[in-house]
């Protein structure tokens, strides 16, 4: 009994606070938009009993989903936002582990303080370090101003309302999400495999792609994951920092839900949203759970 409350209150959480609400929209991406309160239709009346319930059902259809297919401004936006979530995770990979790297071979007096630095800037807001970034890129912003100064360039550069600003943003914001597993992963590790491989003729570098890089490969996989997931679905970066050009799936679901009050519209492009990130994850668990039971 204390086994099954312990796996069911998480799961109960989870079911109240995912899949309820997740079934809910996926409701509201069958139905039809309309001038009321909610701006959709149907509206379940159990009052009705059996017969409105199966006239509820009736009138749910499919076709915000084929909607999606016809408009290319929908597949251009989950294709970007995949590209742009996509570099990003890869720029906060390069970036990311070899400060994980130093912060586990750092002596274990400053380790603390290393990782109290890395988790320093969530003490504050996103939105202001977000906005604090407008304030660096800027045409006569921080960054311009110092290359300008120190005679780099002679013209400030428009980084501001680019893809490039974005990448920026969102290494920035998501780059702790990649150092802690990574970290976590190498802090672990034991370093006398490392000096068993270089006694056996090995070099540094071969040591460490043979064994760092495989002993590390749960928390890269992991660290890209919590890049990529909600990269793909940013809004206030791409909002802020990002210019007209800068196609996200996350401001075209702001602008169906808020400016042209589309809930069907918009829920039907969350529901693709969703899929496209937990499909993937699916088989690619299911394919690390084949080849752990193959040993390999």
């Not at 936006?77 to 070899?98: D, F, K, Q």
């Not at 005679?151 to 943003?169: D, M, R």
């Amino acid at each position: 009994m204390r086994r099954f409350t312990l796996i069911a209150i998480p799961y109960l959480w989870l079911l109240a606070l995912f899949l309820v609400p997740f079934l809910i929209v996926v409701k509201i991406s069958l139905s039809d938009v309309a001038i009321a309160r909610p701006p959709y239709m149907p509206q379940l009346d159990l009052s009705e009993g059996w017969a409105g319930l199966k006239a509820f059902f009736s009138e749910l259809d499919f076709e915000n989903f084929a909607f999606l297919t016809t408009d290319e401004l929908y597949w251009k936006s989950y294709l970007s936002s995949l590209r742009i979530a996509l570099i990003s995770t890869l720029l906060a990979l390069v970036i990311g582990y070899p400060i994980a790297y130093g912060m586990a071979r750092a002596p274990d007096e400053w380790r603390p303080t290393l990782l109290m630095l890395v988790i320093l800037p969530f003490w504050t807001s996103f939105l202001i370090r977000v906005y604090a970034w407008k304030v660096i890129l800027a045409g006569d912003g921080v960054l311009n101003s110092v290359l300008v100064a120190t005679g780099i360039i002679s013209e400030p550069l428009q980084i501001l309302n680019t893809n490039t600003a974005v990448f920026i943003g969102i290494v920035y914001t998501y780059l702790p999400f990649m150092i802690l597993p990574i970290y976590s992963a190498l802090e672990k590790m034991d370093d006398s495999l490392l000096e068993a491989a270089e006694d056996l003729g090995a070099s540094r570098l071969s040591a460490f792609w043979m064994i760092t890089i495989p002993l590390s490969k749960g928390g890269i996989i992991a660290g890209c994951f919590l890049v990529f997931i909600p990269s793909v679905g940013e809004f206030v970066i791409p909002e802020l920092l990002g210019g007209s050009g800068t196609l996200m799936i996350g401001r075209v679901l702001w602008q169906e839900f808020f400016n042209n009050l589309d809930w069907p519209l918009a829920s039907a492009v969350a529901v693709v949203l969703l899929a496209i990130l937990v499909i993937p994850i699916m088989i690619f668990q299911r394919s690390e759970d084949r080849a752990r039971e193959r040993g390999e």
